[in-house]
């Protein structure tokens, strides 16, 4: 995945509980952006943060919180406010350019 | 944001040339035309992007409307490795500037569905 490292890659939560997935990267970059995907839907942004200890919501940030304590590591919690989190969420770093590369995904499936 | 239409689904035979078209009516002056591309079961992959002129890379081409209001990827001969879903995506260079560089956020839609026949 070039350098970004997303984990678990499967996880099974119970209703009411938090979960954290990691995203770590040591590519140097600023940008890590948190994507959700639904079945056979599009990506659509969570959170992203383009610098240390910033952060801004995306477009579905309710149920989310995330921080940026240091440049290579973006977390993601899911609270048990997010009333439907069974998703494939995606960890993606940007560039210059605005190209991103993608981590390979964690798998969360609420019980 | 702009909005980008693409049909929902395409089929190919493989080693056979394959174009995929993406409608941008609204574009601005300053989006750029990126493409990506997902497996199943994976994240989305870098294809390729452009501003106004034709791009080439290893992977495919992209050829822009000189309105810019359309344009096509082209997968020169398609493999069974290249199924899956392509996304279209206008990246407007926005976003808070970071040590004086400024990072877009992709809106991603729901792609069309390259199916290829051995």
């Known amino acids: 995945d070039g350098g970004i490292t997303q984990s678990p890659k499967y996880l099974f939560r119970k209703e009411g509980q938090n979960v954290t997935l990691s995203c770590e990267q040591n590519?140097?970059?600023?940008?890590m952006y948190w994507y959700r995907q639904d079945p056979g839907q599009g990506l659509r942004l969570i959170y992203y943060?383009?610098?240390?200890?910033?952060?801004q919501k995306g477009d579905i940030a309710e149920g989310y919180s995330v921080s940026r304590e240091k440049k290579e590591s973006f977390p993601l919690t899911v609270t048990s406010a997010q009333k439907n989190p069974t998703a494939f969420y995606l960890c993606a770093l940007g560039t210059g350019a605005n190209v991103l590369t993608f981590g390979a995904g964690s798998r969360l499936t609420v019980l | 944001d702009a909005k980008t239409t693409q049909p929902n689904s395409m089929e190919s035979n493989e080693e056979e040339p394959v174009h995929l078209p993406c409608n941008h009516s609204?574009?601005?002056?300053?989006?750029?035309i990126h493409w990506y591309r997902q497996l199943p079961s994976q994240g989305p992959e870098y294809v390729i992007h452009g501003l106004t002129s034709n791009v080439n890379n290893r992977m495919a081409s992209l050829a822009i409307a000189e309105d810019r209001k359309s344009s096509t990827l082209i997968l020169h001969r398609a493999t069974l490795r290249d199924a899956a879903v392509y996304y279209c995506i206008l990246a407007a260079p926005r976003g808070f500037n970071a040590g004086g560089t400024s990072y877009g956020k992709l809106t991603f839609g729901q792609g069309t569905i390259l199916t290829v026949h051995p």
């Open positions: 943060s383009q610098i240390v200890n910033d952060f």
């Open positions: 609204t574009i601005s002056g300053t989006d750029y």
């Open positions: 590519l140097n970059h600023d940008a």
